[in-house]
Each structure stands twice: as C-alpha cells, then as structure tokens.
C-alpha cells in the first residue's frame, strides 16, 4: 500500500534516532535543522521555492537512512550530504551559501573553543563571552565548569525552592523557570544568574543605602557599598543630609569639606572593590536641588578622570521646575539647620544642568516629587534615591529583584502581532519567579531583609523593544510605535498585577499592604510593586536582542571578542529585509557599518529607512515620548538614554529635559555621542573605519554603564 502523500518526509528518516555532535555527545535527530538551514541559504540568495527544499529535504533524509541505518550519523556527515545534494541540482549558489554559512559557524565554534565554554544553547559568540566572565561557574584553577544550561538549572533549582514554603510543587515551578530561561524568554538580573544556588546567594540588583551627616554615618554606608558590589549589585545615595562645604563642625570646630569631597571616598572603594570578579560597582549619586553645594555636584565630573564609578542626578521638585519657567530665585537650604542661606536664579542653576549634560553626559534630572506622588508605600517617608540607571526608586536599604521578557519570542508572525496570549503566560512566571526570588535571598543586612520582605517590591520589564518595531514593520519614533508601547506596557503591568493578586491569595499580601496607597483600591497584593523597566545590558547581549526600550544604536558594526579577534555583526532583520528585496550586498553593509546607519544610502526604500533608524537618526523629541509611553504603565521608572548626535547643541537637551517633566517621566538621562573619554561603541573606530564596538555592547547607549 502506498503511504498518503504529504507523509512521505516523515516516513523517511523515520529510522534514524540519533545524532553524533562535534563533541562527541549523542542526541536526538531532529530534520526540521535540516530544512532550516537549506532554507537559510536559499534566503541568502534572495531565493524561496517551497517545493524544491522539501525535494531536497526528501532526498538529504533518504540517502542518511540508507548510508547510517547501523549506526548515528556526525552532525558534519549530514552538512556534507546537504552541499552534495544542493550541488547536484546545479543549485550552485545556493551552495556557496551554504558553504559561507559553515565556514561562519566554524570560526564561531573555533572562538567559543578558545573561551573554554561548552555551549549546549547555541547562543552567540557576545553571550558566551560575557557568561565566562560573570556568570558560569568556575574552578580554583580558574577554569570553566558549567555550561548555559547547567546555569539556568542552577538558578531554576534554587528559586523554585521557595514554592515549597506554601507548600506548593517546586519541581514543576523548576522544569517552567528552567524552560523560560534556556529558551531565554525570560531573564533575571545579573546578581540572580551569578549567584543562586551559591554560597554567596545574593540575588538583587539594586539597592539603595542611607548617608548620614557624621563620619560614622557616612563610613558605615561605605562598608555597606562595597559588601554589596562584591556579590554584584549596584548601590544608590542620596548625599542631600551631608551639610554644606564650609559649615561649621563642632566636635572639632573644623569646617565641614561637603557631599562631593565625600563622594570621592565612595568612589575610590568602588574602584577597588571588583565586584566578585565579575564586574566593577556600579553608584548613583544623588542631591537636592535645594542643597548649598548643588552647583559643586553639578559640576563633579567636568573632569573625565573624575568619579568614574558613578552616575549623577539631580533631585527636582515641582516647586523649582516652576520657579525655573517663571525665571524666579529659588532657597538654598542647610540640611543641617533647615534654614535658607541664600537665593539664586533657578533658570541659572537649570542651565548650568542642561550645559553639564550636554558636556558630560551628566548630571541626569530625577522628577523627585513624582516619584514620591506615586510611592504606594510612602508612609514609610520621602524616597530620596534611585539605583545606578535611575530606573528604581527605593527607600532607604530597601533592595529590588528585576527581571526582563524577551519580546522577540513573543511575536505572531502569522498576525503580524506580539502573541498576547504566550505574553501572558511569561508574565504570570515572571511574577512568581521574581517574588520567589525574594524569600531565596540571603540579604546583605538585616535592615534590607526587613524593609524588603516588608514592601517585596519587584520589577518586571522588557528586552528586544527595537527588535519587535522592526519586525511589526513599526519606525521607532512614530504615532503607532507609541501606541503599541502604551498598549504593551498597560498589558504587562495588568497581568503583573493580577499575578501579584493571585499569589496574594495563596502567600498572603506584602506586610505593609494596609498602610499602603494599594489599600482600600485594590484587593490584597504580594508585591508593592510589580514592573520596571530596566536597561538590561549584560541580560540583552545574552538573549541577543537590544537593550531595553532603547532604538538600535547601529545596524552594522564590528565587535571586539577576543584578543585581537574582531566578529563582523549584521542585525539580523535588517539583512533578512534587504535581501528580501534583492538588494543585499557585502559592499552596502561595509558602506553602513562606517557610520552604524543606512539613513543616507539612497538605493534603500524609503521604508527600510525609516524602519531602521538608529538611535542617533531619531530626535531627542521622539527618545523622550518613547520613554514617557512606557512609564504612563510603569509602577516603578524607566530606564532611557536620551541619545543625541555629537554635532547637537545644548538646547537639544534643555527641550528634552522640559519635554520628560510635561510627559509624566520619573527621571531623564541624556548622552551626547563622544561626550564621555570611554566608550563601549565608537564611530570609525574600527578596521577601515568602521564601527566598532566592546564586547560589553548591548545596542543601547555607548557609554560604560549601560551593562549595568
């Protein structure tokens, strides 16, 4: 009896069980990798016929159950008999495709050797790079013992134990958190992936720590500093309760030196302390607008050399911005008498602000009043800080666990829409994972434990936002990008809060739940808060997606991997879209990676163009709208680089500081490309003067602390 037509793949092939891997394992045969890389290269050639890939499919499978019916083929005799066969059918280019794309697999396997790192997830060259420095585990000789997976079940194992303290089955909670992250839908913050399942057991990202007006004061949050970025997080302060330079000291009838000269001491420890050997500290700084000393803060890092590990922002209240339209005075108050010492100029001081961010890339603005506005747990006193990328706002050693979706895995390409139905699934396990990540946690410090466990604020974000547009066939900095933003995070924190409503019903509610704003508005809640959008750079350059909600900030570039080995990088999407449209050239991509954009290669359609544009081919205007659609559904803040071209001037980020106020932004950060001595991406900084950029690159922003 004949077999039906259409089952006729199925059917051959059906022999072969197994497949023999460069490394020797055996594992199971899987022929749809067969007809994804035939595939692959008919698309490199600008060419798809449906039909005779499934011929050759048919006949690739054919001649493996006839040659290796005794015993498993390698993963390379099977290539070979792919080329054989496409170059048997005259399919002659479609075999150089092919054959490209083994000779890059081969440099890639030949690099990941060279790493030391045995990857069993296929993932890229950038992750596998960043996995060996921080995150997998290694020997006393120095050595790499665990692969990718064998890291996320590591990480899956140990959260998943919190389920069992409500008597809940760990194990399925373990095999979806482990699904989740090796499929890399799903990621915690870097502190989660380092150290669960550790002895260290530090899991939060962020934390923010007290500085008191004495020395005791200020050398205990220095001790506190370097503990935590030691087990990997990053640290926040507010140094507004420092008084002012000059103010008297009367337990030595000395004069007070002022918040910024401490600073300096914070920033040294931070520089010696290597967090873990993994990754320098990270620190937000912190000041009122109204403290004496706020023109010395603003103007901290007009030196380049000077505060390295740290970011700085400036706390604005309402009152000041007003005072600023309104070119009034405004009080400079001594935090340690609360009398004022002296008016002056508010627009003076504001553009003071704008001049330094456009030289430095800093002082960044936090709307501080807003924050508090919208603090549910704001009983507990003002929130004076933010961590390192301004994206969390705490209260005093009050830590948080973040953890990012992968967009890119969620999208319906049939609908030509994100997959609202999978999205609600990997929200639901985000909640659940990022607050048991909060009973796992050994903390720091009794005070982070208590206020933690008390508020157990939580923030769930996003990754590969650049990506989705691209995709959907969305330009970044239009009316429709918006929506979707709007549309997408409003979604998002619903099902986030839902979830924490649920988990509420079976935990119980977070221990500060009646004296929250939540009370009396909402049913009972796990977490006081439940998303953030973070900038996700060490997590992004492992999904292979772009950080954030951030543009791409180049379409093609070359990487530094190794020492002296640089990998050419092409998105993805773009590629797939030229060649699409048969316009595809080595020469054209050469020609982009010079500046990292395609907006003045004319031969490109219009809508390549403005589908494709980087962060610096998008006004400050746009950058500021996406941030402000985002945090409209946000509970905590966002995390945004204000990317601005080399070549702006500075009332380019005056209107963008004033545009962030107006649209309900928590904080604003603005970079101006070349601004900062160090950078992780450089235009023309590559062979031939192309584009080139650090491992660290996560397709955000260029300057150091992006990774973070």
């Known amino acids: 009896m004949e077999p039906k037509k259409g089952l006729r793949l199925k059917i051959i092939g059906s022999s072969l069980k197994k497949v023999v891997k460069r490394d020797g394992r055996i594992e199971t045969f899987d022929s749809s990798r067969i007809k994804n890389a035939i595939t692959q290269a008919f698309e490199a050639t600008n060419q798809k016929d449906g039909s005779v890939i499934k011929e050759i499919v048919a006949s690739v499978l054919e001649e493996l159950e006839n040659r290796f019916s005794a015993s498993p083929p390698h993963v390379e005799q099977i290539q070979d008999i792919v080329e054989q066969q496409l170059i048997k059918r005259g399919l002659d280019k479609v075999a150089k495709a092919y054959i490209l794309y083994r000779a890059g697999r081969a440099k890639i396997r030949e690099a990941k050797s060279f790493l030391g790192v045995q990857d069993d997830l296929k993932l890229s060259i950038s992750a596998i790079k960043v996995l060996r420095s921080r995150y997998l585990a290694k020997n006393e000789a120095g050595?790499?013992?665990?692969?990718?997976?064998?890291?996320?079940?590591?990480?899956?194992?140990?959260?998943?134990?919190?389920?069992?303290?409500?008597?809940?089955?760990?194990?399925?909670?373990?095999?979806?958190?482990?699904?989740?992250?090796?499929?890399?839908?799903?990621l915690p913050n870097s502190p989660t992936l380092m150290n669960a399942g550790r002895p260290l057991g530090q899991l939060s990202a962020c934390f923010v720590l007290p500085v008191g007006d004495s020395i005791s004061e200020i050398f205990e949050a220095v001790k506190k500093m370097a503990q935590i970025h030691q087990s990997g997080g990053g640290t926040g302060f507010s140094f507004s309760r420092l008084r002012p330079r000059g103010d008297i000291v009367r337990s030595t009838m000395g004069e007070a030196s002022g918040p910024v000269s401490f600073m300096e001491i914070f920033d040294k420890t931070t520089s010696v302390i290597k967090q873990g050997g993994r990754r320098r500290g990270a620190n937000m700084g912190v000041l009122s607008i109204n403290h004496p000393d706020i023109i010395d803060f603003i103007t901290a890092k007009s030196d380049p050399e000077r505060f390295p590990n740290f970011n700085i922002s400036v706390a604005v209240t309402d009152k000041f911005m007003k005072q600023v339209s309104m070119d009034q005075d405004y009080e400079l108050i001594n935090p340690r008498t609360g009398k004022v010492v002296r008016m002056v100029s508010a627009k003076s001081i504001f553009d003071l602000i704008v001049t330094q961010a456009w030289r430095t890339g800093d002082p960044g603005l936090i709307f501080i009043d807003r924050i508090n506005k919208n603090n549910p747990t704001s009983f507990l006193g003002p929130i004076s800080a933010t961590n390192p990328c301004g994206e969390?706002?705490?209260?005093?050693?009050?830590?948080?666990?973040?953890?990012?979706?992968?967009?890119?895995?969620?999208?319906?390409?049939?609908?030509?829409?994100?997959?609202?139905?999978?999205?609600?699934?990997?929200?639901?396990?985000?909640?659940?994972?990022?607050?048991?990540?909060?009973?796992?946690?050994?903390?720091?410090?009794?005070?982070?434990?208590?206020?933690?466990?008390?508020?157990?604020?939580?923030?769930?974000?996003?990754?590969?936002?650049?990506?989705?547009?691209?995709?959907?066939?969305?330009?970044?900095?239009?009316?429709?990008?918006?929506?979707?933003?709007?549309?997408?995070?409003r979604f998002i924190t619903d099902t986030a809060r839902k979830a924490s409503g649920d988990l509420a019903r079976t935990r119980g509610e977070f221990p500060n739940f009646k004296k929250s704003k939540w009370y009396g508005r909402s049913r009972p809640l796990r977490n006081a808060t439940s998303t953030t959008i973070a900038p996700t750079g060490a997590i992004s350059i492992i999904a292979d997606v772009s950080s954030g909600i951030e543009p791409f900030f180049a379409i093609s570039f070359v990487r530094n991997i190794l020492e002296g080995a640089k990998f050419f990088e092409i998105n993805k999407y773009f590629e797939n879209d030229l060649k699409r449209l048969g316009i595809f050239s080595e020469g054209i991509i050469a020609e982009i990676a010079k500046t990292g954009s395609c907006q003045d290669i004319q031969e490109f359609p219009r809508e390549v163009r403005s589908i494709y544009k980087t962060a610096?081919?998008?006004?400050?205007?746009?950058?500021?709208?996406?941030?402000?659609?985002?945090?409209?559904?946000?509970?905590?803040?966002?995390?945004?680089?204000?990317?601005?071209?080399?070549?702006?001037?500075?009332?380019?980020?005056?209107?963008?500081?004033?545009?962030?106020?107006?649209?309900?932004?928590?904080?604003?950060?603005v970079y101006r490309y070349g601004s900062k001595p160090k950078q992780v991406l450089y235009l023309g900084g590559g062979p031939e003067g192309m584009l080139s950029a650090d491992v660290e690159y996560a397709g955000g922003c260029p300057e150091p602390f992006c990774p973070y």
């Open 143 to 186: 050595e790499t013992i665990e692969t990718p997976s064998a890291m996320f079940r590591r990480v899956a194992y140990e959260v998943a134990l919190a389920d069992r303290l409500y008597k809940a089955d760990s194990k399925k909670s373990e095999e979806e958190f482990y699904s989740a992250l090796s499929n890399l839908e799903f």
């Open 392 to 489: 969390q706002p705490l209260h005093d050693f009050e830590s948080c666990n973040l953890g990012s979706i992968n967009l890119v895995k969620f999208i319906n390409q049939d609908k030509k829409d994100l997959d609202w139905w999978r999205l609600r699934k990997i929200v639901n396990l985000g909640a659940h994972f990022l607050d048991n990540v909060i009973d796992v946690n050994k903390f720091p410090f009794k005070e982070t434990e208590k206020i933690t466990k008390e508020n157990r604020r939580v923030g769930l974000g996003i990754m590969g936002w650049a990506e989705v547009l691209a995709i959907l066939k969305i330009p970044y900095d239009s009316p429709e990008a918006l929506a979707l933003a709007r549309r997408l995070m």
């Open 616 to 669: 610096l081919d998008i006004s400050p205007s746009a950058h500021v709208r996406m941030q402000a659609a985002f945090q409209q559904y946000t509970d905590n803040a966002v995390s945004k680089t204000i990317n601005l071209p080399e070549n702006s001037s500075p009332e380019g980020v005056r209107e963008a500081f004033l545009l962030a106020y107006k649209l309900g932004c928590k904080g604003i950060t």
